[in-house]
Nanobody, 120 residues
Framework: VQLVESGGGAVQPGGSLRLSCAAS????????IGWFRQAPGKEREGVSC????????TYADSVKGRFTISRNNAKNTVYLQMNSLKPEDTAVYYC??????????????WGQGTLVTVSS
């Protein structure tokens, strides 16, 4: 299984980015796909998750109302639309297959990560 993230980059505060996570196989083979991030000097944290069957979603409190996760099972791709970006959103963002979305549990297959930098 291979997951490939794309869409990262540098943006000013208040800007937007859309991250993509493309899977080599069918996303329906997995319970869910989660987005995680790791900022410099901090532990990796779960940001958002989507259940591939029914699109049930979860979000970290820090991104609720600003980020939106979605999936296109026909394209085996999960997206993370990030709006109203803040400097504290700066991190490397990873997608991973998960066995539970509420607690981002059981991450197994990971992408290589994509860097998001929010700075003026």
């Amino acid at each position: 299984v291979q997951l490939v993230e794309s869409g990262g980059g540098a943006v000013q505060p208040g800007g937007s980015l859309r991250l993509s996570c493309a899977a080599s196989g069918s996303t329906l083979d997995y319970y869910g796909i989660g987005w995680f991030r790791q900022a410099p000097g901090k532990e990796r944290e779960g940001v958002s998750c989507i259940r591939t069957t029914d699109a049930f979603t979860t979000y970290a409190d820090s991104v609720k109302g600003r980020f939106t996760i979605s999936r296109n099972n026909a394209k085996n791709t999960v997206y993370l639309q990030m709006n109203s970006l803040k400097p504290e959103d700066t991190a490397v963002y990873y997608c991973a297959t998960v066995s539970g979305c509420r607690t981002y549990s059981g991450p197994r297959y990971w992408g290589q990560g994509t860097l998001v930098t929010v700075s003026s």
